[in-house]
């Protein structure tokens, strides 16, 4: 039965296979719902911020702002990617780096000059793969990335555009729409854009509205908004990373059920074949012994 | 008056208090019931505020800005972490 004993073999590899997939969606899942958790975390102060600079923004102050600045043409563009430090996740890695390079590709037939900034192991090594510089490279986020984090990689960005030397900023992220949608995304975030202020009655009303309070402003609107805008960006990038965070693990757990339910497709067509191969081992066997026990007694 | 702290990562305290002193960007900021609408910078250092069931908590805040509104009070800054 030595075909047996090679369809055993490969159903108990199958099971180990199976051990470790269904393990990885569980861990997924677990992670998947933290890394949720941080997403809805960091609305509150999202919410805030834009609430407080939409009031205080008046279109009539935009010349003054370096980070409103609307270029005419766009000479020079920085393209932060985000990718995630690990694979098993599907096409996750490779949605998002098809999306960076769309985008790149886009800018670069503009003729634009692209400063790449690649964040996660699967972005930098794929753009090293193919022999493109970047301006940046980084693979030590964590599943949890911090605020800290979204600063550091903004700033050189921030600075080159409030200089002059950049034009545009975008992000290239996975968004967590669900568990199972996780498209990715471009933003561009920078020039600012200023986030409108809520029509809360319609019409001409919402400025009135908005205005209502007659804020305290100190030291004044302007040098406000001069602090809050550079933290408006970095928070744009901010929410980008606990997003593709979420998103990846959601990826990963969608991938690794698929993966268990093949493990399974695959272990049940096996174990028929192997019974299957038992059986007919049985009766041929048992024809035999007939066919014997009929001669001897011929 | 309602309060909360804000920051990039998550809300770290929300409820009633009855008096804040935060450090504001050029020196602290006191702020009791029925303060006029206001928004202002914040700097580094400090921000100690008195429950209104009593009881005092401290935190290390560093920029952004808290802001007055209707009796409801949002600090809302880059980091913030409790301190003892």
Redesign the interface.
């Known amino acids: 039965m030595a075909k047996g004993r090679e369809l055993k073999g490969r159903i108990k590899s199958f099971e180990n296979t199976r051990k470790i997939t269904r393990t990885m969606e569980m861990v997924a899942t677990s992670k998947m719902k933290r890394a949720q958790d941080r997403v809805v975390a960091a609305r509150p102060y999202a919410a805030a911020l834009r609430e407080v600079i939409a009031s205080l923004y008046d279109p009539e102050l935009a010349s003054q702002f370096p980070l409103l600045r609307q270029p005419a043409t766009v000479r020079r563009a920085a393209v932060i990617a985000l990718t995630s430090n690990r694979g098993l996740a599907g096409a996750f890695n490779a949605n998002l780096i098809r999306e960076a390079r769309t985008l790149v590709e886009r800018l670069e037939s503009e003729g634009t000059t692209v400063d790449l900034y690649a964040i996660g192991r699967k972005g930098v090594g794929y753009f090293r793969y193919v022999g493109r510089q970047v301006a940046a490279a980084r693979t030590d986020l964590t599943d949890r990335p911090s605020a800290q984090d979204a600063a550091d990689i903004v700033a050189p960005a921030v600075e080159g555009f409030a200089a002059g030397t950049l034009d545009a900023v975008y992000v290239v992220y996975a968004r967590f729409v669900s568990a199972l949608t996780t498209p990715p995304t471009t933003d561009r975030i920078l020039p600012v854009q200023p986030p409108e202020r809520e029509a809360s009655s319609g019409g001409k009303s919402s400025v009135l509205s908005s205005r209502r309070h007659d804020y305290i402003l100190a030291p004044s609107a302007e040098s406000i908004l001069e602090s809050l805008l550079p933290a408006y960006v970095r928070n744009a990038v901010y929410r980008a990373l606990v997003e593709t965070a979420a998103a990846e693990q959601g990826a990963r757990r969608t991938a690794m059920k698929n993966a268990t339910d093949n493990a399974n497709d695959v272990i049940n067509g096996l174990r028929r074949q192997f019974n299957r191969a038992r059986q007919a081992q049985i009766t041929q066997e048992i024809a035999e012994i007939v066919g014997g026990a009929a001669a001897l007694g011929g | 008056m309602k309060t ?1 702290i ?6 770290l305290f929300e409820g009633e208090v009855s008096s804040i002193v935060a450090p ?3 020196g602290e900021v006191g702020i009791l019931a029925r303060h ?6 914040l700097g580094t250092g400090v921000l100690r505020l008195e429950a209104a069931q009593g009881g005092a908590r401290r935190f290390n805040v560093s ?3 808290l ?1 007055v ?2 009796d409801v009070v ?1 600090v ?1 800054t ?2 913030a972490t409790p301190a003892t």
Do not use: K, N, Y
């Open positions: 909360s804000i920051s990039p990562e998550r809300v504001g960007f050029d006029a609408p206001m928004v202002t910078l920029g952004g800005f802001q509104a209707d949002r809302v880059e980091s």
